[in-house]
């Protein structure tokens, strides 16, 4: 994984506790005849959905049978479409279910084929689980701002923000809780600490940043901390030009509405980038081993790179983005 560089605390912090894999594509046609199932609520979100066409390039790619079934952003159709698959004879199926439906989708699912579950919670009946290593990717993110302050200012901020998403959800916990010691292996947190602002959508957290920053001097120095790129769009937004000088923001995702900003906005430094258009690169693969009788890792974090305006153009076509 490449991360920013800095103090020596960044391998001893963020190691993951699962297995980081390399993506690697399918051999063509190296499972006609293969069936697989998957439940992917592709239109819910721009995550799902690159996992998603990711998921199904690689499929094609192999020459395998894909049924699929998308719940939309419905828990309980995840179920539904668990029981559909269990009627269709797949050899192994992959799930990317909204919400938390638990061991209710093994007993729901096909029975004693792998299942390979992707960014979601675990269940008993998964052979292993693909997904990002939450704190690994917002200590990045943490250390990047850190290391910009210590360039810039030799750390004296005026605000710390953490957009920190909704707190009932761990995602959101673990990536905060990485920002904060990324951002420690750089300066020493302010005296007053992190502001956490507890939102999960993009307007809400434009209506809270916007808040924040009538709270503080127009001249104040602002570091800002998202843990996925929605809510920091929305911060973003509440933004005024005559303040943009004095905000420094990163953010755990660089999905496709990150990209461009990136590019185009000095103050939005970079992104922890998480690469779902490349899942299927992990899952496949991962799938694909365990229908032939194969050991995989119970547990795969995708490779995770803090991009910057410099660096992004190696992993993304922005030529459409605006320069600076």
């Known amino acids: 994984m490449t ?3 800095g103090g020596t605390q960044a391998s001893e912090t963020a190691e993951p506790t699962g ?9 063509p046609d190296s499972a006609v005849g293969v069936r697989i199932g998957m439940v992917a609520a592709s239109g819910s979100d721009p995550f799902s959905a690159a996992v998603t066409d990711s998921v199904v390039d690689q499929v094609r ?5 894909l049924i699929r079934c998308d719940p939309g952003a419905n828990a309980s159709l995840a179920l539904d479409c668990a029981r559909r698959l269990a009627t269709q004879h797949v050899d192994g199926w992959i799930s990317l279910q909204p919400g938390d439906v638990g061991d209710a989708l093994c007993a729901a699912g096909p029975q004693d084929v792998p299942l390979i579950t992707v960014a979601a919670a675990p269940v008993s009946c998964q052979s292993a689980h693909v997904g990002a290593d939450d704190r690994r990717a917002g ?3 943490g250390q990047a701002l850190g290391r910009s302050a210590r ?15 909704d707190p009932a959800n761990p995602m959101g916990a673990r990536r905060t809780d990485g920002i904060e010691q990324g951002f420690a292996t750089e300066c020493p947190m302010p005296a007053a600490g992190p502001v956490l602002l ?21 001249d104040a120095e602002i570091l800002v901390a998202a843990v996925d790129d929605g809510t920091a769009l929305g911060a973003a937004a509440a933004v005024p030009a005559s303040r943009a000088d004095r905000i420094t923001l990163a953010a755990v995702g660089a999905d496709q509405r990150a990209r461009c900003r990136i590019v185009a906005e000095p103050w939005w430094i970079g992104d922890a980038a998480l690469f779902p258009d490349r899942y299927g690169e992990v ?9 032939a009788g194969k050991v995989v890792p119970a547990d795969m974090y995708v490779e995770t790179t803090f991009v ?16 600076r």
């Open 3 to 5: 991360g920013t560089g």
């Open 19 to 27: 297995t980081v894999v390399t993506f690697r594509t399918v051999a």
């Open 61 to 65: 790619a192999a020459g395998a049978e």
């Open 139 to 141: 200590f990045l993110v």
């Open 151 to 165: 360039l810039r200012t030799a750390c004296p901020e005026d605000a710390f923000v953490i957009i920190a998403g």
């Open 198 to 218: 507890d939102v999960s959508t993009q307007d809400r957290a434009y209506e809270a940043f916007a808040n924040e920053l009538t709270a503080l001097p127009d």
């Open 283 to 291: 899952a496949v693969p991962a799938l694909l081993d365990a229908i």
């Open 308 to 323: 910057t305006a410099d660096s992004i153009a190696e992993f993304y076509d922005v030529g459409d983005c605006p320069a």
